[in-house]
Every structure is written in structure tokens, then in C-alpha cells.
């Protein structure tokens, strides 16, 4: 299947846990491409059905010299690929696949999952925000089709750089299980990368004020280790568990024994504002409540299916009034019967069918 059906894809991301992109590979290689997904991963192979995936073994594991080599390693992968579209997951693989396109005629796809510049790790840090800004500035309108995950950063690309995106939200397949305890309303839980700005600090200093509750974190971050030390500071050990990363299986798995979903994210970082979240909809799918930040995205999901509460800001009051307004059975049990409902309307089986749609109208 040489040429016009073959797609590159190319994504940072450790793939065994990127569901995004394993949904997007899986949806174009069962509309009959043949994909190919170059990325990081933490086993030797990742077996997706119908997709090849390759590992690039870089010897920097971080910072920008990581990112450097990638990148040199990537435009390599792609220089020798024979795929008509080659596909550039965020800002940091979006080079190789711009210098490919232009120079060898291929069609170039650009998916935004985030403000990749405004992220908190960039904030006082404006020499590295002013180089990714000047990538994006460069590369983006190169582009022959821009994806990204919600309506408000679709409106910030198209404004800025004047190129049209398309919004695939970053939602679940239907077949996920659907809690039936209704009992036990003293587990919460986080799920995602455990970075700076996501409210994690918050959550564990709040524990102290919550008597009875259990806080699962599950993933891996930059301030891992950070927030394991504040855990045991505060004597907080036996109450607070660190999971790191899990299977999209098994996080599903240990998901569906929580009560409460966190969604709580620092407004300075503008990334963060315009979000919509995979672990949001993740908790809707699982009819799981969530405590959410009263952002455009969630804002206007929550008004129409009420499946969570909002807090206007991160902070620790606002945050324990909304854990203890779930402790009222009337109103979890309504949030829980509403996410059941709003997992019909948000799921990858309506979006899916727009990313092919778009797909078969390139070049």
C-alpha cells in the first residue's frame, strides 16, 4: 500500500500511554490506511492492531537537547518514509515534518493537543516561550490540515495564524465500564501527568482537612518525587497513593473504584484555560463526579450535562467545599445519572467519524 494511504505520525509522547493518538492510529488504519507511529515508548514494542509502530531511542531523555535529537532522529525516519501524509503531534515534532513536506511534496497534518508555549513550565522562561512561538509562526501555516482538541484553542490557532483547525475531541470509546457503587464517595483520584500547575500540591495539602478520604494519584511527572515528599511532611503516606503510569486497561480498572475525578488546573497558564481534558471526559465516561476549574471548555460541557462541579479559583477553600458538596447523595447521585447520559454524546464513536471525513478530503 505504497503512496496516497500510507500516514507517518509522529508524537514525543510515550505511546503505550498516549490514548489520543492510539484511538486516532487505530481509526485511520480500520478506514483502511496503513499507519506508521514513531514515538517514544517505555517497552521495546507497542502491538496496536493494523498500525507499526517504531521507537526512537534518543540518548537524552529530557530538556532541549533531547528535544534536539529527537527531532534530527525523526527527520531521518521521515526522509526515508515512502507515506503521501506525514503527521506532527504538537510543536516539538512539527520541524522535521515541515522540512519533509516542503522539500519531498508530501501533505503535512499538524495536531495541536495543547498551547504548547504557555504551558506553566515556560512561565519566566521567555526565550525558550519566544522559540517555540517562532516554530509555531514558521510551521503552522505549512500545514494542509491542523486538528486540535476543543473549540477554544480551534479559535486561537485559526486567529493567530490565520490557517483553518478542525476540533476532534480527545474523548473515549463507548465500551468503558460504568461504575454501580454508589457507596463509598471517599476515594479521589487524579489521573495525567504529574506536572506543575495541575493543582496536585493543593489536593494533598487538602487531605489534611478531609477525614475518611483516600487520594489516588495515577500517572508520572516532572514533580513526582516533589509531591511524594510533601505526602510524607505532612504524614499523609497511608492515605495518598502513588500509582505512576497503568495500561489504558488497567487505569480504566482502577478508575472505576474511585468516587471523585480531579480536573483542578492553575489559570496563569493560558494552556491550562483554554483545556478540555482526556481525564474530564474519562471521569464522564465512568460516571465518575468531577471537580473541575471554571474554564471556557468545562464551563460550557457542565451547563448543558451537568456531570461535575466547577471552582472559580485554585484554591484550598473553594476546593474543600466542593469535595464536601458531593458528599450529599442527592446531588452525587444526579451527577452520576447525568454521566450516563453525557457519555453518549461524548464519545469517540461521533468523532472518529469526523477525523476520517477530513482525512479522505487531503490531496
Known amino acids: 500500500m505504497k503512496g496516497t494511504r500510507q500516514i ?13 493518538m492510539q484511538r486516532i492510529a487505530a481509526a485511520l488504519a480500520n478506514a483502511g490506511y496503513s499507519v506508521t507511529w514513531i514515538s517514544r515508548a517505555r517497552t521495546d514494542v507497542l ?10 531511542q534518543t540518548s537524552i531523555r529530557s530538556g532541549p537537547f533531547f528535544y534536539l535529537e529527537f527531532n534530527l532522529r525523526l527527520l531521518y525516519h521521515m526522509w526515508k518514509s515512502q507515506a503521501r501524509i506525514i503527521y506532527a503531534v504538537d510543536l ?14 508530501k501533505v503535512a497534518v499538524f495536531d495541536a493537543h495543547e498551547l504548547f508555549y504557555e504551558v506553566p513550565e515556560l512561565i519566566g522562561k521567555p526565550l525558550k516561550k519566544w522559540i517555540w ?18 473549540t477554544s484553542l480551534k479559535n486561537y490557532y485559526t486567529n493567530r495564524y490565520k490557517t483553518e483547525f478542525h476540533t476532534i475531541r480527545n474523548v473515549p470509546v463507548s465500551l468503558v465500564n460504568f461504575r454501580s457503587d454508589l457507596e463509598n464517595k471517599r476515594i479521589i483520584c487524579y489521573q495525567g501527568v504529574l506536572n506543575k500547575g495541575r493543582g496536585l500540591e493543593l489536593a494533598i495539602e487538602a487531605m489534611s482537612h478531609l477525614e475518611g478520604y483516600v487520594l489516588w494519584l495515577i500517572g508520572d511527572g516532572d514533580i513526582t518525587a516533589e509531591l511524594k515528599k510533601l505526602a510524607k511532611e505532612k504524614s499523609l503516606e497511608n492515605r495518598i497513593q502513588f500509582f505512576g503510569y497503568l495500561t489504558p486497561e488497567t487505569m480504566n480498572a482502577k478508575l472505576a473504584k474511585a468516587s471523585i475525578g480531579l480536573n483542578i488546573l492553575d489559570a496563569r497558564s ?28 468545562y464551563k460550557l460541557i457542565l451547563e448543558s450535562c451537568k456531570t461535575g462541579l466547577v471552582i472559580d479559583k485554585l484554591d484550598l477553600d473553594a476546593y474543600l467545599d466542593a469535595v464536601r458538596a458531593l458528599e450529599s447523595e442527592m446531588l452525587y447521585g444526579s451527577l452520576v445519572d447525568n454521566c450516563r447520559r453525557a457519555r453518549k454524546i461524548y464519545n469517540w464513536d461521533h468523532e472518529k467519524k469526523s477525523l476520517i471525513s477530513l482525512f479522505q478530503k487531503l490531496p
Open 47 to 56: 502491538y496496536l492492531d493494523n498500525i507499526v509502530h517504531k521507537e526512537i
Open 133 to 150: 512561538k517562532a516554530v509555531a509562526r514558521v510551521t503552522i501555516p505549512r500545514m494542509q490540515l491542523n486538528l486540535t482538541v476543543n
Open 92 to 105: 516539538d515534532t512539527i520541524c522535521p515534518v515541515a522540512i519533509v513536506s516542503s522539500l519531498k511534496s
Open 270 to 297: 493560558e494552556n491550562y484555560r483554554l483545556s478540555l481534558a482526556n481525564k474530564f471526559f474519562d471521569y464522564m465516561h465512568l460516571g465518575i463526579p468531577s471537580i473541575n476549574m471554571n474554564f471556557p471548555e
Open 8 to 20: 507517518v505520525i509522529a508524537s514525543t509522547s510515550y505511546a503505550e500511554y498516549d490514548r489520543r
